[in-house]
């Protein structure tokens, strides 16, 4: 919530911005990030962990998570009224993800006060803790990655 009496003063958004907030007075911007592993389980199981998962790693509640195998999930747009959009290089990026035969994507799309890195973070804390699950035989061991978009391109969260 932006106080109404600072909405068009140049200086609070460039501090809003600088502190690493994202959004606007609309609020319409969000957090978004991607999650792309493997895991010898079944999407199905994947699915009905991530409820557990979510409250071991007390996630934001209205964190949103879509989890897709082998294509990326198409991201619901709750907080917009444009159509979801998925550019080039996230393409680029599943495309080089399934053919090393990483098999699952889970997207998270976080509300305004949170930035891609942030949600970035979060998706993190939910991977770890599906590792340490029944998800994941004994020695098993976790291929992926986590991207985002920072300054208009997607790194990968290290």
């Not at 699915?47 to 991201?75: C, F, G, M, N, W």
Request: aromatic share 10%; glycine share 6%.
């Amino acid at each position: 919530m932006v106080n109404q009496s600072k909405k068009n003063d140049a200086r609070f958004w460039d501090k809003w911005k600088k502190s690493g907030a994202i959004g606007n007075i609309n609020g319409r911007d969000f957090g978004e990030a991607y999650a792309f592993f493997d895991c010898n389980s079944s999407i199905t199981q994947i699915a009905e962990e991530i409820p557990y998962v979510r409250s071991s790693v007390q996630t934001p509640k209205r964190l949103e998570l879509y989890l897709a195998e082998r294509t990326l999930p198409v991201i619901g747009n709750s907080w917009s009224h444009k159509l979801p959009h998925v550019d080039s290089e996230l393409i680029e990026i599943a495309r080089e993800a399934d053919e090393a035969g990483i098999k699952y994507v889970l997207a998270a799309r976080a509300p305004p006060n949170m930035n891609n890195h942030q949600t970035a973070d979060e998706l993190a804390s939910i991977l770890n803790q599906a590792y340490q699950s029944h998800l994941y035989q004994e020695g098993e061991q976790f291929r992926g990655d986590i991207v985002y978009k920072d300054r208009g391109r997607y790194v990968s969260r290290e």
